[in-house]
């Protein structure tokens, strides 16, 4: 067996052989931060381990260069070989000489209980491939010969499970390529523990914030979900708490020889025999987790980790007592060599232009500026950062290669923002001056999760330059779904471009709730309104190309569920949309939106419904049909009729649904019902501009007036109550639950049934609906008399 590597000594040449979370926690520890001091047992050792397998299986045999092409979509195939590979590894016998060098290396901590923690070197050989932390569990043991031997192999195991195969082979890397240590510590009780994370998208306040997740014992409870969190949002300039939740502990885990667990434990492990889950007493449940003296420390170590490392930080933490005394401890800390943590310290401490951050990420590259706010260009560069007045869906052809976007209008729900997020684009609007400030060609920073631009640095040599600005760089968070806990409320996606499908599709989601079929049109109509190809006897060919955009994402989501909403174009969105309609309805407002368009002119809408048809033709009866912007029941029964008319409901899965986005419907919505609405979608975009009076273009009005606003929140609540009354399902699929995702937690109580996001939110939709979930759930076993039982859980 190769050396231990101690933390204290790691080397950068080093990283390969001790991974990524050993290193870095290394790093920090060499800079006097407080982390418990270890050793890694190196990536080599377990290679050396696996090649003493006596093994007559082929699969085994050659385990260390084996690549294992497995059908992963074969989930039985899958599920086989995980147990097989993780049995060879478990009955495999750890030499003893091995052993008893982990021993003797762990005597000096003087300790009962040692952690185990697994460490992937990845990003080395695989850039981007997302964080794995989630992946790998770590793994309690006593500081005991055998104990350490069985804990070493259900450690290694853990990279042959099947969610971790089916992780490695979905991210394209073969396990040639990944080197797993394990960092051995010794373990002590926890006062409290969690979270601390300058990466917060969107906070309370539309604001730059940190937040800090804080839970009483191991942190155990938090990345298993067994509790709802108390959050912290700081303020990063001054360390000042701008909000405090407090969460929902019921559980908290400890070591069984804890001095305040034994009378409370519900529940003792068969492999971790002194790891416990205990009950909180009533009044610990409602006191945050952090002391006012312990939230400082928190912060205070995190305001000095920015200020030295960078931003994109995620710190993991303990709190321990010692003596009396509380003691701070990092366990984990995972940052981004991303632009803004590189750079950003260079430029002082103001950004040339602050505005909106509207998608996330970040990216530096050349500007291109469009100074002309009626003209749309006739091509853009590939890898700039588009500066533009505003950006309309017919835009969409000149975003599918830029870097990042920067607008002066456009609020988080304009028509710039949501094709932003939904391309996975950084992205600023409401960034005043930005086309007369920023100069075309030079080179910026876009940060779109604190809505900032920073200048390139000037003193860069032009070799540098070049190397930046020509290849642009981008940030985006990846994430292992395999780990996520289990939700009932259903998690949906927004999209419009098959390009994204293949990232898309094996998403943690439920199907499709929104197929805006109008940014999915305009690849194919060359800039024409579709009422243009029918005049001028393109029908069939226009059929033909529809059918088969719409086609890709049935197959790619089959069998779950997408649904489709029929075309919405406002009058100054396509050129010549308003030249195809009765005169004297026409005009800049709101009269040609939805169905009302369809009554004056069926001709597209009944190509639509053919449309419709012939994918279902095509064997997929997994498309339904969401009509928006719908006013009255009279319109809507106009279009069932024409539903009908078309075959549609002639496939027993087919629903018709109804975009709720028109306040009417608020009152309408039991005649809605009568007359065949078989769902509701709640889209909070048009909702909340026609309750408030605001227009969604306009970001400052946006900041204040948004769908946090108590109207908005009654009339989402009173959709979702009346839609359980009718016995219908309701959906949401505006961009509130992105925006302000502590809207989920409403949600959820309230009762929906399912939540749509853009693609770059599912993540943290998903958590923030288990979160939800969870703390109904233990708010429910409160209110019950009797023994609670937790679930087999490991770190």
């Known amino acids: 067996m190769d050396k231990l590597y101690w933390l204290d000594q790691i080397q950068l040449q080093d990283r390969a052989q001790v991974g990524d979370k050993a290193f870095y926690l290394s790093k920090i520890m060499q800079r006097g931060y407080p982390v418990v001091s270890g050793f890694v047992v190196s990536a080599q050792v377990l290679r050396e381990f696996v090649a003493t397998l006596n093994s007559t299986s082929a699969l085994v045999a050659d385990l260390p260069y084996s690549s294992l092409h497995l059908d ?87 990279l042959f499970r099947a969610k971790s195969l089916l992780y490695w082979r979905r991210a394209g890397i073969n ?74 502990k019921m559980l908290a885990y400890n070591l069984a020889h804890g001095p305040s667990v034994n009378s409370r434990t519900l529940f003792v492990t068969a492999d971790d025999s002194h790891i416990v889950t205990y009950v909180l007493e009533a009044s610990e449940q409602n006191q945050y987790a952090l002391s006012e003296e312990d939230l400082q420390q928190v912060i205070l170590l995190g305001q000095r980790l920015v200020t030295e490392i960078g931003n994109d930080l995620t710190i993991k933490w303990t709190i321990s007592e010692q003596k009396s005394h509380h003691h701070l401890y990092l366990t984990q800390v995972s940052y981004s060599q991303s632009p803004v943590a590189n750079l950003q310290p260079n430029y002082g401490s103001s950004a040339l232009i602050k505005g909106i951050g509207a998608s996330g990420g970040s990216v ?41 976007i920067i607008t002066v209008q456009g609020g988080l729900t304009s028509h710039g923002a949501i094709l932003a997020r939904e391309l996975g684009i950084p992205a600023v609007v409401s960034a005043t001056d930005a086309t007369s400030v920023i100069q075309n060609g030079e080179g910026l920073l876009v940060d779109g999760n604190r809505g900032e631009i920073y200048r390139m640095r000037k003193e860069k040599t032009a070799e540098q330059e070049r190397l930046e600005l020509t290849s642009p760089q981008q940030s985006h968070p990846g994430f292992p779904h395999s780990q996520l806990p289990v939700i009932s409320t259903q998690l949906l996606v927004n999209l419009s471009q098959p390009k994204l499908l293949k990232k898309v599709q094996s998403l943690p989601v439920d199907g499709v709730g929104l197929l805006r079929s109008e940014l999915m049109l305009l690849n194919i109509l060359e800039g024409q309104h579709p009422y243009s190809w029918l005049v001028g006897g393109r029908q069939k060919e226009l059929l033909e190309k529809w059918s088969d955009h719409i086609i890709q994402f049935a197959r790619a989501f089959a069998p779950r569920p997408v649904f489709y909403r029929s075309l919405d174009w406002r009058s100054h969105e396509l050129p010549s949309s308003v030249q195809h309609f009765p005169q004297g309805i026409v005009g800049e407002g709101l009269h040609l939106r939805g169905t009302f368009g369809y009554v004056c002119n069926p001709a597209v809408f009944e190509l639509e419904l053919r449309v419709l048809a012939a994918v279902q ?20 029964s106009f279009c069932r009729d024409k539903v009908e008319q078309a075959g ?66 009654r009339a989402i609540a009173q959709l979702i ?54 703390r109904l759930i233990l708010a429910a076993a409160r209110n019950q008399i009797g023994v609670v039982v937790a679930p087999r859980r490991n770190c």
């Open 364 to 404: 530096t590259a050349k500007a291109t500026v469009i100074t002309d706010a009626h003209q749309k260009p006739e091509q853009v560069h590939k890898g700039v950062i588009l500066v533009a007045q505003k950006i309309t869906p017919d835009w969409l052809p000149l975003l599918q290669d830029v870097a990042g």
């Open 721 to 774: 109550e009346m839609a359980q009354s009718a016995g219908i399902p309701c959906s949401i699929c505006g961009e509130a639950p992105a925006i302000f995702p502590e809207m989920i937690d409403q949600l959820v109580e309230w009762g929906i049934t399912s939540i749509s996001v853009e693609p770059e939110a599912v993540e943290r939709t998903y958590r923030a609906m288990a979160r939800a979930e969870q």
């Open 72 to 158: 992963v979509g074969n989930w039985q195939q899958l599920q086989q070989v995980a147990n097989r590979l993780r049995q060879e590894i478990m009955t495999g016998k750890v030499p003893s000489e091995w052993v008893q060098k982990i021993f003797a290396a762990a005597r000096q901590w003087q300790t009962r209980d040692l952690i185990l923690r697994p460490s992937l070197a990845l990003s080395a050989v695989t850039p981007g491939v997302g964080n794995t932390s989630g992946l790998l569990e770590a793994i309690f043991c006593p500081w005991d010969e055998e104990a350490i031997a069985v804990a070493l192999k259900r450690a290694w195991s853990q």
């Open 175 to 248: 396990l040639q390529q990944i080197n797993l240590a394990v960092l051995v510590q010794p373990m002590e009780n926890a006062i409290a523990s969690g979270v601390f994370s300058t990466q917060t998208l969107v906070s309370p306040y539309q604001l730059s914030s940190w937040t800090i997740e804080a839970t009483k014992g191991l942190g155990i409870a938090i990345s298993q979900g067994d509790v709802l969190p108390d959050v912290y949002y700081i303020q990063p300039e001054t360390g000042k708490v701008l909000e405090r939740h407090l969460g929902n």
């Open 617 to 636: 033709q095509a064997g997929y009866s997994n498309i339904n049909l969401l009509l928006p912007f719908v006013r009255s029941v009279a319109e809507f």
């Open 648 to 713: 549609l409901t002639q496939v027993p899965q087919f629903q018709l649904w109804i975009m709720a986005e028109v306040p009417s419907v608020l009152f309408l919505l039991p005649e809605y019902v009568k007359a065949g609405v078989a769902g509701i979608s709640i889209g909070t975009n048009d909702l909340t501009q026609l309750l408030l009076g605001v227009d969604r273009e306009q970001g400052q009005m946006t900041k204040v007036l948004n769908e946090r606003h108590p109207a908005v929140l």
